[in-house]
Nanobody, 120 residues
């Protein structure tokens, strides 16, 4: 299983970027897909997540600015980031999980990370 993220880069404050992530090499259906980020000196945190049926949740700090979406047939998840702020600067990691047994236990996978830098 491989998660390939792309779309990071350098953008000015107030700008926009779209991250994408494609999951490949699996024979199962993905349950949750989404994005985490880790800024220098900080812990990795959830940015936004979307379940297979479309239910989403996201961090309070990005509500109204970021939108997560997915295409189940293409095993792809996107993160549309608008009104970017310098504090959004971080390495963004793609994440996906699937159910492994009847108890609902999940197994998660991580992408390699893509750097987003927002200049002031």
């Amino acid at each position: 299983v491989q998660l390939q993220a792309s779309g990071g880069g350098l953008v000015r404050s107030g700008g926009a970027l779209t991250l994408s992530c494609v999951a490949s090499g699996s024979t199962f259906s993905w349950n949750g897909m989404g994005w985490y980020r880790q800024a220098p000196g900080k812990q990795r945190e959830l940015v936004a997540r979307i379940l297979r049926g479309g239910t989403t949740n996201c961090a309070d700090s990005v509500k109204g600015r970021f939108t997560v979406s997915r295409d189940n047939a293409k095993n792809t998840v996107w993160l549309q980031m608008n009104s970017l702020k310098p504090e959004d600067t971080a390495v963004y990691y793609c994440y996906a999980d699937h159910v492994v047994d009847t108890t609902g236990a999940l197994k998660g996978y991580w992408g390699q990370g893509t750097l987003v830098t927002v200049s002031s």
